[in-house]
């Protein structure tokens, strides 16, 4: 089928790009350092509780950091924009084959998806294995916390793709990292407002989680990697601590959060579709 060739193209293209390699590399080392920095908080601490406390609160710093990493990638990872293949010639000589255009976004999309949860698999199995190994701590549901992790990076691909269809790869990167960005200052608006009981700004943060809805679903990730127990994760995260959630994501936001992730993908294959090539 088409779409699986153009999944395997993407694939072989963000392969043959030296950021994707570099990339994973420099993940690699991040995941070094953190294992010696778990060593070393492992040498010297003998306390069971302040081990549990620390090999979470460390876990929660390493996977926030991740959460930064990860945006990063989905809008590298597609590689050029459509708009700037359109441009180029490129797409002109794809299309004149019997081939959707559809299938052309699906595959792309599906290619960089397949990137983004390898990557997602192997930086928290990084994360957790030696802090879980060296100090002890090991999340209690860190499969959910890596599909929300990975479903905050499909929001940013899907937008990379529908800016892309008519923007050029540069502008069409930028523009979703800047509304991702837009999440995070709408999250720590929302904490603000909760920890301060002001309601409008409670209420302008959930209106932003609609927008984009990648800062929620960190938070949601976060719950998942803190302990069970509401006083150990209440020091593992920290006093009034606004990017850490002591509660899970709400099932509605979850389900707006996946079909936000397909809707904006149509929107962009329509786009796409309309265009004139």
Not at 37 to 59: F, H, T, Y
Not at 87 to 115: C, F, H, Y
Request: hydrophobic residues 55%; charged residues 10%.
């Amino acid at each position: 089928m088409p779409i699986w060739i153009f999944t395997r193209l993407t694939l072989n293209e963000a392969l043959r790009n030296r950021l994707i390699p570099l990339a994973f590399g420099l993940t690699m080392v991040y995941i070094g350092l953190l294992a010696w920095g778990s060593s070393k908080i492992a040498e010297n601490l003998r306390d069971p509780l302040q081990s549990v406390i620390s090999g979470a609160g460390l876990e929660q710093a390493a996977f926030f950091l991740g959460s930064l990493m990860l945006p990063l990638l989905a809008v590298f990872v597609p590689g050029h924009s459509v708009q700037q293949e359109s441009e180029n010639g490129l797409l002109q000589a794809i299309l004149t084959k019997p081939v959707r255009r559809l299938d052309v976004v699906a595959g792309r999309w599906m290619g960089s998806a397949a990137l983004l949860a390898l990557w997602v698999a192997l930086f928290s199995a990084g994360v957790i294995l030696p802090i879980g190994w060296e100090i002890g701590y090991y999340p209690p549901h860190p499969i959910r916390a890596g599909e929300l992790l990975l479903l905050q990076g499909l929001v940013v691909l899907s937008l990379r793709l529908l800016f892309g269809s008519f923007l050029g790869t540069l502008a069409s990167g930028i523009v979703p990292l800047l509304i991702y960005g837009l999440g995070r200052i709408g999250g720590l608006v929302e904490a603000i407002g909760k920890a301060l009981n002001i309601s409008s700004m409670v209420n302008g943060g959930i209106a932003t989680s609609l927008l984009i809805p990648t800062d929620v679903l960190w938070r949601g990730a976060s719950y998942y990697l803190l302990p069970e127990l509401t006083g150990l994760a209440s020091q593992a995260a920290g006093p009034n601590n606004p990017f850490v959630s002591l509660a899970p994501l709400a099932t509605p936001m979850l389900v707006w959060s996946v079909l936000y992730v397909v809707v904006i993908f149509f929107v962009g294959a329509r786009v796409f579709s309309l265009r004139d090539i």
